[in-house]
């Protein structure tokens, strides 16, 4: 408990509650605060956001049908555990989408489409150097699903989303700390630059790698540290 209470701000009547908890709950998942297998109880997370439990518990079976979390007779929910073949399947699922792509806008979008996303990789590392987590998350996620969405493909974009929820940022903590987010998010603004000159075949490249850093971000995340850096971790409606 507690951990998630910082998030208690965000749900409000604008959005449905049950949306507005299931952001809260994936923020949760991707940055390790909920721990992959661990069994989480609605009324337990329900207590941590000073809410009832009827709301989490619906966003709860959204999560499920991502795939990012297991119900659990009469206990709760278990978070998806996703191992290294995984991660590796939805990287080359990403790559073979979102390199192409890349040269594609490039050769097609606007000038004024493409300088639109330079404040949301500004706002990358800006949140990589404040150690920003939940920001970071948020951010990068906009820029490349705003990025996707310039090829006017909708399902594509969705089919983008949807992987990068299930192929969540494990060992993010542990690479804040050693400063490893900062590198991988500069590479938003080098890839930009490229797009904006034109180059298509150095803006597929560079894609290709900034795919690829963050694959091996997430090697060095679970191997040398574990899911939440080798600390432990809290554990909001755990149990309860």
């Known amino acids: 408990m507690g951990h998630l209470q910082q998030r208690t ?11 507005q908890v299931a ?10 605060e909920l721990r992959p297998g661990e069994v989480y109880s609605a009324p337990g997370l329900a207590e941590d956001f000073g ?3 009827t709301p989490v518990r619906e966003a709860m079976l959204d999560l499920a049908r991502e795939g990012l979390v297991e119900p659990v007779r009469n206990k709760g929910f278990r978070v998806t555990e996703v191992n290294e073949r995984d991660l590796d399947q939805y990287t080359e699922i990403r790559t073979l989408i979102e390199v ?12 004024e489409e493409l300088e639109a996303l330079r404040p949301v990789a500004e706002e990358i590392v800006r949140a990589a150097r404040e150690h920003d987590l939940i920001g970071y998350l948020e951010a990068d996620r906009r820029f ?11 399902r594509l974009v969705e089919t983008v989303s949807d992987l990068r929820k299930r192929s969540r940022l494990y060992g993010l903590n542990a690479l804040d700390e050693r400063g490893e987010l900062i590198p991988s998010a500069e590479e938003h603004l080098e890839l930009l630059d490229l797009m ?3 180059d298509a075949e150095g803006a597929e490249k560079c894609m290709a790698r900034h795919l690829g850093h963050v694959r091996s971000l997430w090697a060095k995340g679970v191997s040398e540290d574990g899911p939440d850096g080798g ?4 554990k909001p409606g755990a149990g309860r």
């Open 9 to 19: 701000p965000l749900i409000t009547a604008t959005v449905r509650l049950r949306d």
């Open 23 to 32: 952001h809260a709950l994936r923020a949760a998942l991707i940055s390790g």
């Open 51 to 53: 809410i009832s439990a």
């Open 100 to 111: 192409p792509m890349t040269g594609r806008i490039t050769r097609t979008a606007a000038r």
């Open 144 to 154: 490349h699903l705003t990025l996707l969405a310039l090829s006017g493909n909708e």
């Open 196 to 198: 904006l000159a034109g």
């Open 231 to 234: 600390k432990p971790a809290r």
